[in-house]
Nanobody, 126 residues
Framework: QLQLVESGGGLVQPGGSLTLSCTTV????????VGWFRQAPGKERDWVSC????????EYADSVKGRFTISRDHAKNTVYLQMNNLVAEDTAVYYC???????????????????WGQGTQVTVSS
């Protein structure tokens, strides 16, 4: 399993933007599908987005489609989640997750990740 570290969370006003980052400690994200999830207070953790190991394939939950963009920079060993036009309902702890290979993307709908980060808080409020 990988040790994943998220960063970039914070407080932002409605309509604002944030970019979250996910990287690893002592290993590489190469050859891993990476997903972003979020958990709002009192709710279950929901899938947000995922990206294939090479970065050529991306998927988004309907609630964030058109507002969020997932990307990866192999040279920086980092996966990003650019979040635009944020609304109060986006308030949550955001987690990144990783799984080797692309099977989880093409055959498991980005569910069942084995490595998880500790999360970063995103609060959207005026």
């Amino acid at each position: 399993q990988l040790q994943l570290v998220e960063s970039g969370g914070g407080l932002v006003q409605p309509g604002g933007s944030l970019t979250l980052s996910c990287t690893t400690v002592g290993s590489t994200l190469d050859y891993h599908v990476v997903g972003w999830f979020r958990q709002a207070p009192g709710k279950e953790r929901d899938w947000v987005s995922c990206i294939t190991a090479a970065g050529g394939g991306t998927e988004y939950a309907d609630s964030v489609k058109g507002r969020f963009t997932i990307s990866r920079d192999h040279a920086k060993n980092t996966v990003y989640l650019q979040m635009n036009n944020l609304v109060a309902e986006d308030t949550a702890v955001y987690y990144c997750a990783a799984e080797p290979g692309d099977a989880i993307y093409y055959h498991r709908s980005c569910t069942g990740f084995s490595s998880w980060g500790q999360g970063t808080q995103v609060t959207v409020s005026s």
